[in-house]
Structures are given as C-alpha cells and as structure tokens.
C-alpha cells in the first residue's frame, strides 16, 4: 500500500451513536435495553422497556439525524476513512422476517452517499453488538443455527443495497470476548449475544455453541459478500488484549502464551480454512459436544477472510502463580506495576500495539488494519469553550508510534489506523457519556442534560495535522 492510501480515520457503532431506537421501523435491538452502567436485563422480559428508566442509546448523539454535519466534521480533520456499523434492527426489525425495511436500507445508503462525497472510504461492520431482541427471545440468539441463516439473508441484503459502494466490510466486531472467564462476564455475553453469563444453563456448551456458530456466519458472509461483488475485501474485528507474564517463572510465561492465544481460535477457523484440531479436542476432553458437519468443513475453506481489524486498548497481566501482592484490574486480574491507567482502570500501553500487530501479522499473514483505538477520559469544557485534552493527544501518538514502528521497522502490513469515538458517544461497557474518547465534544450528559451540539476539542486540530502531515510527507 502507498503512503497515501493508508486510512486514516475513526471508528462508531450504530447503538452508541445512532439513537432514533424506534423511529422508521427499527426494532428493539439488544442495546435498547441497556440502562447506564448496568446490564440488568433479564431474558423472560427482554421486550419491554420501563418508561421509568433511562436508555442511553434511545438518543445516543442523534448521529441519525446529524450524520452530515458530522461527517463533515471528520472529512475537515482529513478523515480517509470512516468505519461505521449497520444495526440489524434497523434492517430486519424481528430478525426473522423476509422483506427488510427498506428505511432502515436507504438510511444506511445515505449515510455512504455522504462519506463517498467526501472522499471517505466506508468501512461498514454487520454486527457490533447490534442484535434484534426478537431472535434472543424466539430463538434462544446465537446458540440456534436458524439465526446463522437470518445473519446470512441480513448480510445479503446489505452486500446487495450497497454494492458498487462499499469495499470494506466487516463481519463481527469482538465476537472474542463471547467466551468469559468471570462471574464479571455478563456485559460482554450480553452485548455479544443478549445473554447473561450468570443465567446461563450448561455454561461451557452454550458459549462454544455461540462461538461456533458465529464463526461460521462469518466464513459463509465472507462467500456470499464475494459472490455478490468480487472486489469485496471481508474482515473480522478482534478486541484483543495481550497478556503479559508477571515475571520470568516459566509457569507464568506459560499462562502468558495461553491467555493471549485464547481468544486466537477464532481467528484461525476464518483465517486458515478449518475450525481447529486443537480447540475440538479440548472442548472433547470438556465434555462439549460440537461436530463440523462436511458442509461447515467447506464453509470454512471457502470463507477465509481477506484482513483483519485490530481493537486495542490496552494489556494485561496473565492469572500468576506465586505469592506477589498485586491491585485487581476492573474486569479481574492482576494490574501491570509498569503501566498507568486510565480513569477506568484500562492500563496503557503504547508497546503492546506493537506486540500484537507483530503477533497477529506473522501467524496469519494478512493484512491488518486498527479498526479501534483509543483513550475514555473525563473532559473539562473550559469557560471559554475550549477542551483541552492533552491526555488524549498524548495517548493517541504513543500508539500512532508504535504502529509506525511495526510497519517500519518489523514489516507488518497495517493498512489503516481508525481511532475509537472520534466523537462522544455513549460507551458500550457502562453507557456512560462522561466516559468520553472523542476529538469532538457532544454537549450531553449523563444526567441527561445537554444540547447535543457538536464542538472541537483541542485534539481535533492535532489529529487533522497528523493526517496531513502524514499523508503530505
Ligand atoms: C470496544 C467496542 O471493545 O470498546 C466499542 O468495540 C466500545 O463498542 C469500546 O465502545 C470502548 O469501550 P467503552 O466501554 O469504553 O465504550
């Protein structure tokens, strides 16, 4: 890739940015249900919303109604390209139907429209987090096969209206995260699946059941997006996190090796043609029951992804045997003593982009692009309107640093570096608003109050010279 083809830009996600939750046909969607910093939704009454509580994504910035101001805030900093997701409810309200919604369609056709004007290229995930709550209802999500099959119709129906259009797509964002270790897990089954962990029966079964088949979807997206238009490239989203050891026992390095890799299974079911020898056998010896039936066994040598989107942000310190007194992490686990952390004890670590694109790119091959990156903070609006976000600025270069240095100097093949929130929207993790990672400011609080305008923080102005320099030079 040339110089100045490399994407620079951001990323969003559809239930964090969109609101318009029932407007034009959406459906519910498992987002919907979300109320701030909680994920309290249990299965039997998953439909229904309590007027009484707030949902942060209802409104979220009302990007459905804003999208060309704000677009044309990212193409002034220089924006090369945009990755955005599709809500599912938009498209197939229930999930389950056969004719989509042909409002939600000509949104999304719009929102294209005016990243191409622009000259952005749109980077378009399928799935991030956005399921219709009718399938987790009916159908029980991702454990029943007959939901591989509406993802499939849902995937078709979006290569087809934007075919000639978008080149980029994606089919999961952070399917990794479906398999938990913690009582602590809920949010991450919830916002994969629209199940809670601690509800779960048969644990294990059940999540290697979603696993399966949401790898599978993926490698049979990946046909029929090439089917319908060879000049798709297909990628699937990682958040992946590496984990360090804490010192040099060997035990440690071992426990190191294997909760980096964990998640890694995923990847090479759609990257290397087959599901895995290594991860049948051990759901084997757990007593999993799961079979690659001859059909799937093609799927998955048919459907080998074209690159590979890199979340990162941030690392971790691997389950350690020994005796050394360490501060818990929010999610469990050990903190790095090395490492600063952010207000919500995510660690920063510069290096460890470096460490996994060099991980990633030498097991699989492919391309890489960053497709999220970046640091939640708590931003001051000065009286004079100004935002002053040096913290940002100084997170965002540090990783840019390192990502140079592993195409400089170790030769990865990263085409692309998309920033997380390039405007405030609400997090994912606790549905904040205060948790902010924007280069724009959205005047919206938690409280709910706000304008919901749009202003540019000090790190818009920084981020536009990066680009331009960068692509000049
Ligand atoms: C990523 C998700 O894992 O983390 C995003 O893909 C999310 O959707 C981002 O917003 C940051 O997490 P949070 O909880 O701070 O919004």
């Known amino acids: 890739m040339k110089k100045n083809e490399f994407l620079w830009g951001g990323s969003i996600a559809a239930h964090q940015c969109e609101g318009a939750w029932d407007q034009e046909g959406k459906g519910i969607g498992i987002m919907d249900l979300v109320t701030q910093g909680t994920y309290e939704i249990p299965r039997e009454i998953c439909q229904t919303i309590d007027p009484e509580k707030y949902y942060p994504s209802h409104e979220g910035i009302d990007f459905y109604h804003r999208y060309p101001e704000d677009i044309a805030l990212f193409a002034e900093m220089g924006f090369k390209a945009l990755r955005i997701s599709i809500d599912w409810s938009r498209i197939f309200p229930k ?15 719009k929102v294209i429209d005016e990243l ?118 297909v990628g699937c989203v990682f958040g992946l996190t590496p984990a360090y050891p804490l010192n040099c026992d060997p035990q440690n390095v071992m426990n190191s090796f294997k909760e980096t890799d964990r998640e890694c299974y995923q990847i090479d079911a759609m990257c290397m ?12 010896a757990q007593g999993i029951e799961l079979t690659v039936s001859d059909e799937d066994a093609l799927a998955f040598a048919q459907g080998k992804l074209d690159f590979i989107g890199l979340n990162y942000y941030s690392s971790s310190v691997a389950h350690y045997e020994g005796d050394e007194e360490n501060e818990e992490t929010l999610f469990g686990g050990t903190q790095n003593p090395y490492l600063e952390k952010s207000k919500w004890g995510w660690s920063i670590d510069p290096t460890g982009l470096r460490y996994l694109l060099n991980y990633i790119y030498r097991r699989y091959g ?27 600025i100084e997170y965002v270069k540090k990783h840019i640093e390192q990502m140079e240095k592993a195409i400089v100097e ?64």
Request: proline residues 4%; hydrophobic residues 35%.
């Open 95 to 109: 999930g389950d139907e056969q004719t989509p919604n042909q409002l939600g369609i000509e949104f999304y056709q």
């Open 116 to 233: 191409l004007k622009h000259d952005i290229e749109p980077i378009v995930t399928l799935y991030h987090f956005e399921m219709p709550v009718h399938l987790v209802r009916e159908y029980g999500s991702w454990v029943n096969p007959k939901v591989v099959d509406f993802y499939l119709n849902y995937c078709q129906t979006m290569f087809e209206a934007l075919k000639g259009k978008v080149r980029y797509w994606v089919t999961f964002n952070e399917m990794n995260h479906i398999d938990p270790q913690t009582e602590a897990s809920d949010i991450f089954t919830y916002i994969i699946a629209g199940l809670k962990y601690t509800e779960m029966e048969n644990k294990q079964q059940t999540l290697a059941t979603i696993s399966y088949n949401m790898t599978l979807a993926s490698v049979k997206a990946v046909k029929i997006a090439r089917m319908i238009d060879p000049e798709n490239q």
């Open 273 to 284: 043609g087959r599901f895995p020898e290594y991860k049948l056998k051990e759901y084997q």
């Open 366 to 392: 492919l391309p890489i692009i960053i497709t999220e990156n970046g640091l939640g903070a708590i931003d001051q609006v000065e009286e004079d309107g100004t935002i002053q976000d040096d913290y940002r």
């Open 410 to 473: 170790d030769y990865v093949d990263c085409f692309g570096y998309l920033m997380w929130g390039p405007i405030d929207l609400v997090s994912a993790t606790t549905g904040e608003m205060k948790k902010r990672y924007g280069f724009i400011y959205v005047d919206k609080n938690d409280d709910q109050t706000g304008s919901l305008a749009r202003s540019k923080k000090e790190s818009f102005r920084w981020y536009q010279n990066v680009i331009s320099d960068k692509f000049n030079n």
